[in-house]
C-alpha cells in the first residue's frame, strides 16, 4: 500500500520467528471459524429495519461473500478503501467482512463523525466507496452522501433513497478472492492526533490478529462467551481488545446493543446471558449511578472491562460490589500498545493501574522531556514499539518525525509511571489533545472551525478536570465586531459537520488571549483562569 511504513525486516522476522506473527489474514478469519462453528450463533443484533436478527457463523460468511460479490460488481478491488460508517448493527459486521473477503480496506469512522470528518477520510484515502445507515440516533446519513463526489459509489443500509441499497449487493453471488499478504494493510483506524487532521493508522493482517488472539487468551475468552458490544463497533476498544474479534476468534457470540444506556444495556445482559462488555468511565458511572434502582438480572455478567481513559480508584472499587463482576482495566491505543490488568490480579491492582502489556516482546519506555529514561515509579512520556504497534502513519511523512523515534518507538503522548512489577499508571496526557469521555478531541481543528466563523477573530481549546467525563472543553474566542453568543457559536460547528462530542462545552468571548514569552497562546494561563472562574461558579 502507498505511504504504509512496513516493519523493519529483522524486526518482522522476530516477531515471525517467536511466532506473534502468522499467515493467516482478515480474508480467512471469518470461512476458517465458520468451518469450525458453522452453527454456532456468530451474531445478534438489530439491522437497518429494526428487526432483530441472529446469525451462526455459516450464516455470517454466507451473507459476506453475498455482499462481497455485489462490491465487487461496484468495482471494488483488492487494496481499495472505503469508509465504512455504520452503527452497531448487524450490517456492520457483513459489510466489513464482505471487504475483508475481496482484500479491500475499511476506513472505520464513527457514527459521530459529520461532513467535516467523513469528507476528508474519503478525500485523503482516495476511497471509492462510502457505506452507511439511512438514519441512526435522529441523524439523516445520507446528508453526509449528499455533499460527497458523485463519483463516489454510496451504499445505504436501510432506505436508499437516491443511492445504493445494500440489499441490492446481496444479489450477487459470490465473489473470486484475489489473496492477500499478512504483512499488508487490512484497514485504516483513526487516531485522534493533536493536529487539525486526523491520522489514518494502517493495521497489517500479521500485527492486528496477533493482538487479537493475545486478547482473548488474556481476557479468558471461549466458545461460551456473550459479549455486549455497547461501544461503537468501529472502536478500537471493542473491535479487538479482545472486542468482537476476539470474540469470533474464539467462536463465541456478539451482541450489539443499539445504545449504551443502563436501561437498554441491563435489560440485554439479562435476555441474552451476557458474560462480558466494555465501557469508557463515563458510562460506567452511568451503569453504577443506574444499578440501585434497577432490578435486572446481571448474574451472568463476569468481566467488565473500562478503558479508553482513566477510570479512578474509587470509582473502581464500586464495581465487583456493585455489580457482581471482575474489572478489567485496559488502557490501549489504535496505533499499537495494548495493557490489560489481568483476570487473577489482586484487587489493588486492579483497581489502581492500567494494565501491563500484552506481549514479552512489548518494549515500553518512560523518558523525561529530554528523552532520557527515568527511574521506576518517576513519571514521564510513555514511549513503546513492539509486534503490534505500526511504526508511521499513512501518508504523514512530517508527522512521523515528530510522532515516532529514529529507532521506531512511538511517542504516545501519555504520562505515565511504571510500578516494580511493569504495570503502568497513567498521569496525564502530554500532547495538546482533551479526552473528553474516551473521545479524543483535537483542539485546533475546533479552533480552525471556530475562526470561521465572520466574528471571530481568534479561538483557542482548553480542557477542564470533569469527574464525569474525565475533561470538558471550553472555547475561548476574541471576537471581531459583535461578540457571537455561545448558543450561536455551537450552532455554527455543529452546522458545519462537526461532530457533537467536538463543540465545546463552554464558550468564554475574551477581550485577548495571554501569551508567551515567544508570542504563543498560553494554553496553560487560560486553563488557569478557567479553573478559577470555574471555582467560583461552583462555590
Not at 516477531?15 to 450463533?41: C, S
Not at 504483512?183 to 497489517?204: D, M, N, Y
Not at 486492579?350 to 500484552?358: A, D, E, R, Y
Not at 503522548?413 to 483535537?442: F, H, P, W
Amino acid at each position: 500500500m502507498p505511504d504504509h511504513i512496513p516493519f523493519p525486516a529483522e524486526f518482522a522476522a522476530r516477531y515471525r520467528a517467536a511466532g506473534y506473527w502468522t499467515n493467516e489474514t482478515f480474508q480467512e478469519f471469518l470461512p476458517r471459524r465458520a468451518d469450525r462453528f458453522a452453527d454456532h450463533i456468530a451474531v445478534i443484533g438489530r439491522d437497518a429495519t429494526g428487526t432483530e436478527r441472529a446469525l451462526t457463523y455459516l450464516e455470517l460468511t454466507t451473507s459476506a461473500e453475498r455482499i462481497a460479490g455485489g462490491f465487487a460488481r461496484l468495482g471494488i478491488r483488492t487494496g481499495d478503501r472505503v469508509v465504512v460508517q455504520l452503527p452497531n448493527i448487524v450490517e456492520f459486521m457483513e459489510v466489513v467482512f464482505a471487504l475483508f473477503r475481496l482484500g479491500a480496506l475499511p476506513v472505520f469512522a464513527l457514527p459521530a463523525h459529520r461532513s467535516a470528518e467523513i469528507g476528508f477520510f474519503c478525500e485523503f484515502a482516495e476511497t471509492k466507496a462510502y457505506v452507511i445507515a439511512d438514519q441512526y440516533g435522529g441523524f439523516d446519513y445520507r446528508e453526509i452522501a449528499r455533499t460527497l463526489p458523485s463519483t463516489l459509489h454510496v451504499v445505504v443500509a436501510g432506505d436508499a433513497g437516491d443511492f445504493l441499497a445494500l440489499s441490492g449487493l446481496r444479489a450477487a453471488g459470490p465473489s473470486d478472492v484475489t489473496h492477500v499478504d499478512a504483512e499488508t494493510v487490512a484497514f485504516l483506524q483513526l487516531s485522534g492526533g493533536t493536529t487539525g487532521t486526523p491520522k489514518l493508522i494502517p493495521r497489517t493482517h500479521a500485527d492486528y490478529l496477533y493482538s487479537v488472539r493475545e486478547s482473548a487468551a488474556i481476557c479468558g475468552v471461549s466458545s461460551a462467551t456473550r459479549m455486549l458490544v455497547v461501544l461503537p463497533a468501529a472502536h478500537n476498544f471493542p473491535m479487538s481488545s479482545p472486542g468482537f474479534l476476539g470474540v469470533l476468534h474464539a467462536g463465541g457470540t456478539v451482541v450489539l446493543a443499539p445504545d449504551p444506556s443502563p436501561s437498554t444495556a441491563f435489560s440485554m445482559i439479562e435476555r441474552h446471558r451476557i458474560t462480558m462488555t466494555s465501557l469508557v468511565p463515563p458510562l460506567a458511572l452511568t451503569w453504577l449511578a443506574a444499578r440501585k434502582n434497577s432490578s435486572a438480572d446481571l448474574s451472568s455478567l463476569e468481566v467488565l472491562q473500562v478503558g479508553g481513559a482513566k477510570f479512578t480508584e474509587e470509582a473502581a472499587r464500586r464495581v465487583t460490589p456493585e455489580l457482581g463482576c471482575t474489572l478489567q482495566q485496559v488502557f490501549g491505543m489504535a496505533e499499537g500498545l495494548v495493557n490489560y490488568t489481568r483476570l487473577d490480579d489482586p484487587e489493588d491492582v486492579i483497581v489502581t493501574t492500567q494494565g501491563c502489556p500484552i506481549s514479552p516482546d512489548d518494549e515500553v519506555r518512560v523518558v523525561d522531556d529530554a528523552g532520557c529514561d527515568v527511574r521506576t515509579g518517576e513519571v514521564g512520556h510513555l514511549l513503546t514499539r513492539g509486534p503490534y504497534t505500526i511504526r508511521g502513519y499513512y501518508n504523514a511523512a512530517e508527522h512521523n518525525k515528530t510522532a515516532f523515534t529514529e529507532d521506531g518507538f512511538y511517542r504516545t503522548g501519555d504520562i505515565v509511571r511504571l510500578t516494580e512489577d511493569g504495570y503502568i499508571v497513567v498521569e496525564g496526557r502530554s500532547k495538546d489533545q482533551i479526552n473528553r469521555g474516551g473521545e479524543k478531541i483535537a483542539a485546533e481543528k475546533v479552533e480552525n472551525h471556530l475562526v470561521a466563523h465572520p466574528n471571530v477573530l481568534d479561538a483557542a481549546i482548553v480542557s477542564i478536570p470533569d469527574a464525569y467525563l474525565g475533561e470538558r472543553t471550553c472555547a475561548f474566542v476574541v471576537a471581531d465586531g459583535e461578540p457571537p453568543s455561545p448558543i450561536a457559536l455551537k450552532s455554527f460547528l455543529r452546522g458545519r459537520g462537526l461532530a457533537g462530542y467536538k463543540v465545546p462545552d463552554l464558550v468564554q468571548v475574551v477581550p485577548e488571549f495571554p501569551v508567551t514569552s515567544v508570542g504563543k497562546i498560553s494554553r496553560a494561563e487560560l486553563r488557569r483562569a478557567l479553573t478559577r472562574s470555574w471555582e467560583k461558579v461552583k462555590s
